[in-house]
């Protein structure tokens, strides 16, 4: 009689161990998917001068605007400057496991972080020569408005960097 009383109570308690377990794997991973769904890092070395304009379309993909000033081709690009591989494996990794470890919990705090670091906006103006080669770039737009990159070396000008380099 207490065997076929422990069945009983094991059949009614597998319902409610189901509805856990789908609700452990349903609302975890959602840190762990936006970590590795981060945005790729771009190049920013194409934006060095004398690169073909080619090569920075490929890389930055269609330009936002392009027209002509003082003679020049010049292009506008926006694009989010993201992660590497490896720095959105490692995240989604730690995501995974910090979500095994604390039954899922860690989704309340890892959801939110990993919308707050979403790679950075960037904004970018490029003047090419005669040849259709990188002149001068600058960041003119994004989070970093400061960070400059040109051919002109008396203006103490900075190089446009991506967040991995900046720790953003």
Not at 7 to 31: D, E, N, Q, R, Y
Not at 73 to 90: L, P
Request: hydrophobic share 35%; proline share 4%.
């Amino acid at each position: 009689m207490q065997k076929q009383d422990t069945l009983h109570k094991a059949i009614l308690f597998m319902p409610w161990l189901l509805v856990f377990v789908m609700f452990l794997f349903g609302s975890t991973g959602c840190s762990v998917y936006m970590a590795a769904k981060q945005p790729k890092e771009r190049d920013l070395s194409v934006l060095t001068v004398g690169t073909s304009r080619g090569h920075v379309i490929a890389e930055l993909g269609a330009p936002m605007w392009s027209g002509e000033r003082d003679g020049n081709k010049v292009d506008i690009f926006t694009f989010v400057q993201g992660y590497s591989t490896g720095a959105r494996s490692a995240r989604a990794l730690f995501h995974g496991v910090s979500d095994v470890f604390t039954l899922g919990l860690w989704e309340v705090i890892g959801t939110p972080v990993e919308g707050a670091f979403s790679g950075s906006e960037m904004k970018i103006e490029i003047a090419y020569d005669e040849k259709e080669r990188v002149k001068q770039a600058k960041n003119i737009g994004g989070e970093s408005q400061e960070q400059k990159t040109s051919t002109s070396e008396t203006q103490n000008e900075k190089p446009v960097s991506s967040p991995s380099q900046t720790g953003g």
